[in-house]
């Protein structure tokens, strides 16, 4: 089994309209914690570092596959995730 890394949010990342979207769209939620970092598979609520790891996956698309304005509907904005 691998382990996966989850990294802390940094302190600046706290403060931006990002994180605090996603962390608003989620806090309520119950996340199940994956069996490589908790063997008892249990459910956890929603903490910086699943927001992080959201942000970075989203950085981490090649910006020929992805299109803001597709995805909401919107007119491209290249600052949103850069």
């Not at 996966?4 to 990342?13: G, L, V």
């Not at 903490?47 to 020929?64: E, F, M, Q, Y």
């Not at 992805?66 to 600052?79: I, R």
């Amino acid at each position: 089994m691998s382990e996966k890394n989850w990294r802390d949010p940094k302190p600046e990342e706290l403060e931006t309209p990002e994180f605090n979207a996603v962390w608003e769209a989620m806090k309520g939620w119950d996340i199940a914690v994956p069996k490589e970092l908790d063997e008892s598979g249990l459910y956890s609520g929603t903490t910086g570092n699943h927001v992080v790891a959201i942000l970075d996956a989203l950085r981490n698309i090649p910006r020929k596959e992805m299109s803001l304005s597709s995805f909401m509907g919107a007119e491209e904005d290249s600052s949103i995730l850069s």
